[in-house]
């Protein structure tokens, strides 16, 4: 046990800090100082408090909350000491008198370490002691259903230590209805506990929660390293005060959250700490859903909630996984087909690393707050909006997002626009200082009906790719911004409709050429744009039709370019977009002049 707890707070505490440290250095948000030093005006108040909670770490955060009740020994137990309960259908046997049997209803009524095997037809194992050592239950083998309350019933107890003996399968099953006794409403789950609960071992649990949720503590709940099946008409896996997984495999379909903790009284609980595991999510809820603080380590996630973007949100959230404050990703694989946001929180999210395929019908990631990405590859397939919040920060990564409406939006409070569902606890607000997109490296990809960059405040772009497919309608455009676009760095080619057509500030350090066209080129068209050497500053081949072009790089000097349509290109591209390889076929479209403005605009 003690290889095991120790590894646990490497993983949990000191390893999260090593991981997510970085942080710390890469959020001091000088770009953000840039852009405020730049216009006194500018209300800063949402800048100046995100700095606090950017700069923190997964182990800034799980200091803000309880400590859990992991204990070195938990797992420990000299084998000599249990009581074996045999299970018998109907009824049971044991070699101790602190286990009471009445029937099939088993009562525990003292701490100590008890080895269960065998099944009950119909009947129920409960723990009801006032000692204040742990009881621990091995379940090597346990079938057990009930017509009228839970299978399992942790009623009185400090801790109770579940370990599911490796090789075993356990299952256990309610009905749809509970008779209670006078005034009480619980237990309200096939396998509850009104104590502390830990569930280890390496053998396979399967709980079926016909009546309401399946596994419930209302204290806190470990789960490290069995197999577990869940079927709940609520919810799958509960802890109340916090929920804390690693090592397990989990298939969980749900009517309600699949995981949850939902602690609202104290601000100090309600918080779920993922290390490690496989979770394969099927739910009519979300997917995880913390009250407050959602922390990943690392895991393997497979959610599909509210039946996948397609379907329309009701009155239920049922997104993919949200908080109900922060939302740290240091690292994970995740798959996430979600009616409502794929990912979500009220506050701020941080993403370290980790690879992402997002559908949802309505955001990609949302945060009211602050949304930084550091690293990772990110694929939003399908969107209202790709990514948004108040301020998004871009330092690393490969973001591809589709979206319906705006692909990355800079905006205000919670959002419900996809198709009109709950959101967050925030507000739009229409104060365009309180809103910016930092870009500062990686590559970004955005496919975009709406607006392809919208910020209703400042962009500042210092590197990096970014690559535009915008509207095809001039309502919108491929840059939309109300305050500033400085541009110092990288490349940047925005590509849609001439209506609302929008390019970085006149005072950027770096060079801008914004292209119009008389007409709408068509889809699959490839442009080019040569120096008067033939050394190519961009070509692309633009997925849908476009009318007008944006682009910047350090390569954008005085002098004279030609402009090429058609041909074909052979070479690696992000996206559409040709760095290299060789170009042929092509025919001369125009001329194209650049002065000493820092920004130059024509038409062909």
Known sequence: MMKKIELFRKLGFSLTVVLIIGLSSCLQNDNLSEITQDDEETDTSLIDSSEDILDENVGDVLEENDEFHEEEGDEEWDESEEVLITL???????????????????????AGTYRITGNLSDGSIMVDTEDEELVRLILDGVSVSSSTTAPVNVWGAEKV??????????????????????????????????ANLSIYGSGKLIVNGNYNDAI????????????????????????????????????????GDAFKSDEDEDAERGYILIESGNYTITTDGDGFAAETDLLVVDGTFNITAGGGSSSSIGDSSTKGMKAGQKFVISNGTFVINSSDDAM?????????????????????????????????????????????????????????????????NVAGGNDSSGHGGPGGNGSYGS?????????????????AQGDGLDANGSIEMTGGTVIVYGPTGNGNGALDYDDTFKISGGTLLAVGSSGMAQMPSSSSSQNSLKISFSSSLSAETTLRLEDSSGTALFTFTAPKS????????????????????????DGESFEGFYSGGTYSGGSEYGQ?????STNTSINL
């Open 161 to 194: 230590i579940i370990i599911i003996a490796e090789g075993s399968e356990n299952s256990f099953t309610d009905s749809s209805d509970y008779i209670f006794e006078e005034g009480e409403d619980e237990p309200n789950a096939a396998f509850f506990s009104k």
């Open 88 to 110: 018998t259908g109907s009824s049971a046997s044991a070699n101790s008198e602190n286990v009471i049997i009445d029937g099939s209803f088993i009562t525990i009524s003292t």
């Open 344 to 408: 979500h929180a009220n506050g701020h999210i941080i993403i370290e690393d980790g690879t992402f395929e997002l559908a949802t019908g309505d955001d990609g990631i949302h945060a009211d707050s602050s949304l930084h990405i550091l690293a990772g590859d990110i694929l939003v397939s399908e969107s209202y909006e790709g990514l948004e919040s108040a301020v998004i920060q871009i330092d690393g990564g490969k973001i591809v997002a589709h979206a319906s409406d705006d692909g990355l």
């Open 546 to 569: 476009l009318q007008s072009l944006v682009f910047s790089s350090d390569a954008v000097e005085n002098g004279s370019y030609t402009l090429y349509k058609g041909g074909s290109i």
């Open 431 to 447: 104060n365009s200082g309180d809103y910016y997109m930092i870009i500062n490296d990686g590559q970004i990809a955005v496919y």
């Open 216 to 255: 419930a503590s209302k204290d806190g709940l470990i789960i490290d390293g069995p197999e577990i099946e869940v079927n709940a008409v609520d919810d799958g896996i509960r802890g109340k005060d916090y929920l804390v997984l690693r090592n397990s495999t989990m298939n969980i379909v749900s009517g």
């Open 592 to 596: 194209v002049s650049v002065s000493s």
